[in-house]
């Protein structure tokens, strides 16, 4: 019994310290005054100013830099932006910032942006006229799934179109399987396509080696 009641009265002092750990906030900044700066505020009518008065995390008041100065108190804390331009805080937990970023120079052979089969391709050796020999060549968004009757290149057909030039394809594939969207591994996909994607694998391969 008494073994029990201690460790009761363990667990019920855990929970009282993590509770009273959770509940602690962050280390908050100190009222602060933004001045000579060019804040953003995406109010019609008052689109730009010089400064802004921070307190606990919220803009108290938006002005000039000399208004501001004025009519604050003389304890809060200066950040001179010597003319930085301040955006607001945009909050997306769901981001595709970086990659965006990554992907926006490569050449884009996407089904939703070519219907059939041909297109891709003829966009593709449109492509290799247009870069220099030796530059890479690095293509996104090659998928079967909205081209139905795309046929991954060969070798033989890389070669041919592009023999001085390394290509790399970046391919995203996704299989319906009843009502569930599943992404296959690079592996699955080759299973399923067999001869033509691992072709496509291996010219990734012959014109990255053959640049070493």
């Known amino acids: 019994m008494r073994t029990s009641l201690k460790w009761l009265l363990f667990f019920a002092s855990l929970l009282c310290i993590l509770f009273i750990y959770l509940k602690q906030d962050?280390?908050?900044t100190p009222p602060t005054l933004y001045k000579n700066g060019h804040i953003v505020t995406l109010?019609?009518?008052q689109p730009i100013v010089?400064?802004?008065y921070v307190v606990d995390g919220k803009i108290i008041e938006l002005g000039t830099t000399k208004d501001l100065e004025k009519s604050i108190s003389k304890d809060v804390a200066l950040i001179d932006l010597k003319g930085s331009t301040v955006l607001p805080g945009f909050i997306d937990p769901h981001t595709h910032f970086s990659i965006s970023m990554f992907l926006s120079e490569m050449h884009n052979l996407s089904g939703f942006k070519f219907n059939s089969n041909r297109d891709v391709w003829?966009?593709?050796e449109r492509i290799v006229k247009e870069t220099e020999k030796g530059e890479w060549i690095i293509c996104k968004g090659l998928d079967p799934i909205l081209?139905?009757?795309?046929?991954?290149?060969s070798i033989t057909y890389l070669d041919s179109i592009a023999?001085?030039?390394?290509?790399?394809f970046l391919v995203k594939v996704y299989i319906i399987i009843g009502q569930i969207l599943k992404p296959l591994?690079?592996?699955?996909y080759i299973k399923q396509l067999q001869t033509h994607q691992s072709t496509v694998i291996m010219a990734k391969?012959?014109?990255?080696?053959?640049?070493?």
């Open 205 to 212: 391969m012959t014109m990255v080696n053959s640049m070493a």
């Open 163 to 168: 023999p001085d030039n390394p290509v790399l």
């Open 147 to 153: 081209v139905d009757d795309l046929i991954p290149p």
């Open 122 to 124: 003829n966009e593709f």
């Open 43 to 45: 109010n019609d009518q």
């Open 50 to 52: 010089e400064a802004m």
């Open 26 to 28: 962050f280390k908050k």
């Open 185 to 188: 591994t690079l592996l699955e």
